[in-house]
């Protein structure tokens, strides 16, 4: 009797053991809330540019109004993505991922309300955008990490596909606000334009409420982790050896000093540049040193936190290898949106919809390359993990504006260029960005120590305000006359030459991505 109940207990843990694993069933709150979330995002975004120009920005002479409006505009962008450090932060230490997200939804529902009352007060409408910089920036970083805690080692497998669903719904919301934004903002004007976003994203947080009993809630414990990163990094770099120098900490001083020096330079660069060049140099430093000393933190801290310390130094490296993406990435709503206003197209079509092509391919190719490319690579013996996936994405975005060089050096040639053109570049842009950001998503939860999936998540969110300081500073060089003259002499216009050096950038750091990607090893840091 006992031997059959022992044959059945085994043969039931064997079929438990090859159960197909199963979706989390809070899975569609989140995605859903995505979506609403995005709509609100990128309606806003979408038309600030041009509502910047045509609008806010009308005191400005027009010649130095698109310089204006595309400055804004990435400082804005800047803004969103550097607030990510602060909500991984508080989630982290304090409040829990849930919560975090919960209270920085209302701050920004309240930016939306701003924007939409503020239409033509420039410091109200200043304070919607950082309203919304810190509301959208804050919850970026936790809500697909969020994802990542409702899904153990059990259903790790399913974790991928939704991680693709989350980016499809990102751009199925980018989607219709792309298209329908700039009609609404024609036909009714700014304050219903800006509000329509407000109401979605306050839906957004309703529906993010409604999960609340289901969700798995991970508790914060970077704060009494007596070895998390930056306790085992303080270590490393203060710790000393009998006979030995402090070279990491001397190394670290240093870019705590140039980083005080960025500070200083505030009224000739302009506060945003300065504190975003202060903060990359602060980083740089500070992991160099951190990373040469890190062998002292031993002893002191266990051997799984130092490497998790060495883990996070090595992702921030593949993280600096792809600002120059988002410097690209990020410039069709700015540069290619101007772009388009040089090009012909039907009266009733205007620039700003075309940024509608982004997320609608990608709606396509998510499910393409899930489907088809990637089973037919694999049969080939091509195997794309998600380095080699994010190398190649980086690449196609210099390629995707070296056509767009192309097309502005027909229209500086005076010749009558159909917005149909910008389909090719728009195509290659977004297939580089499905490898390289819906992929990143992912990777970065994956390669994250257990106790720093949000702050790792805004490390990588972080490499969007990095490419959009490249973007600011390229803007101030060519103000000067130096640069400007030998622009001149190359014979293309501006415009042409940042293109053609963007695209140089960015097939620059693919090429710097696939090198150091070879001796990286892929992590599996999922719950148990």
């Known amino acids: 009797m006992s031997q059959t109940t022992s044959t059945v207990s085994a043969a039931g843990a064997g079929v438990a053991a090859t159960a197909a694993p199963k979706m989390p069933s ?20 979408n038309i600030l540019t041009v509502f910047l120009m045509t609008s806010l920005l009308l005191a400005i002479p027009e010649p130095l109004r698109k310089g204006e409006a595309k400055e804004i505009f990435h400082t804005f962008v800047i803004g969103v993505y550097f607030f990510p450090l602060l909500g991984g932060w508080l989630a982290d230490r304090f409040f829990g991922k849930y919560n975090t997200i919960l209270w920085l939804s209302l701050v920004y529902c309240a930016g939306h309300a701003c924007l939409a009352i503020f239409e033509d007060n420039l410091r109200g409408f200043y304070t919607g955008l950082f309203l919304i910089a810190l509301g959208s920036g804050g919850i970026k970083p936790l809500v697909s990490s969020f994802i990542g805690d409702q899904f153990d080692k059990t259903n790790r497998s399913l974790a991928q596909k939704v991680f693709d669903a989350f980016y499809w719904i990102i751009n199925f919301g980018s ?11 024609q036909q009714f004007g700014a304050s219903v334009a800006f509000g329509i976003p407000g109401v979605l994203m306050g839906l957004a947080t ?9 969700y798995v809630h991970v508790a914060p ?7 998390a990163f930056l306790k085992v990094v303080r270590t490393a770099l203060m710790a000393r050896r009998d006979g030995e120098g402090r070279p990491g900490l001397i190394i670290a001083i ?20 300065a504190f975003c060049f202060a903060l990359v140099l602060g980083m740089l430093f500070g992991g160099v040193g951190a990373w040469i000393q890190l062998p002292r933190a031993r002893g002191v801290h266990p051997d799984e936190a130092v490497e998790g310390v060495r883990t996070v ?23 290619w949106v101007l772009q388009a206003d040089q ?15 982004n997320p609608a391919l990608v709606m396509i190719l998510i499910p393409f390359n899930n489907l088809v490319l990637y089973p037919m690579l694999e049969r080939a013996g091509v195997k794309l993990n998600a380095l080699r996936r994010m190398g190649a994405g980086i690449a196609l975005s210099g390629v995707a504006w070296i056509v767009v060089g192309g ?3 027909w229209i500086d040639g005076g010749q009558n260029v159909s917005i149909v053109w910008q389909v090719l570049p728009y195509a290659l842009l977004t297939l580089g960005e499905v490898l390289v950001s819906a992929t990143g998503l992912e990777f970065a939860y994956s390669q994250a120590p257990l106790a720093m999936k949000g702050v790792i998540t805004s490390f990588w969110n972080l490499s969007v305000t990095i490419g959009n300081l490249w973007v600011l500073v390229a803007n101030a060089s060519v103000k000067g006359e130096a640069v400007t003259g030998y622009i001149k002499s190359t014979g293309t216009s501006v415009t042409a030459f940042q293109m053609f050096f963007f695209a140089g950038f960015a097939l620059l750091a693919a090429l710097l991505f696939a090198w150091y990607a070879k001796g990286y090893q892929l992590q599996n840091r999922y719950r148990d």
């Open 175 to 185: 989607f219709f606000a792309s298209l329908l934004m700039p009609i609404f903002l």
């Open 206 to 214: 309703l529906i993010f409420w409604s999960g609340r009993r289901r």
């Open 221 to 227: 414990t970077a704060a009494k982790d007596p070895h």
């Open 313 to 335: 130094l090595r992702l921030l490296v593949l993280f600096a290898l792809v600002t120059p993406f988002w410097s690209l990435f990020d410039q069709k709503a700015s540069t």
């Open 407 to 409: 097309l502005q050096l």
């Open 343 to 357: 090009m012909s197209k039907p009266v009733w079509f205007q620039s700003s919809m075309m940024q509608a092509l």
């Open 254 to 273: 240093i870019g705590a000093l140039l980083a005080i020096g960025s500070l200083a330079m505030s009224p000739q660069w302009g506060f945003v540049i």
């Open 26 to 45: 809070q899975i569609p709150f989140i995605i859903a809330n995505e979506g609403c979330e995005r709509f609100s995002f990128y309606g806003m975004r």
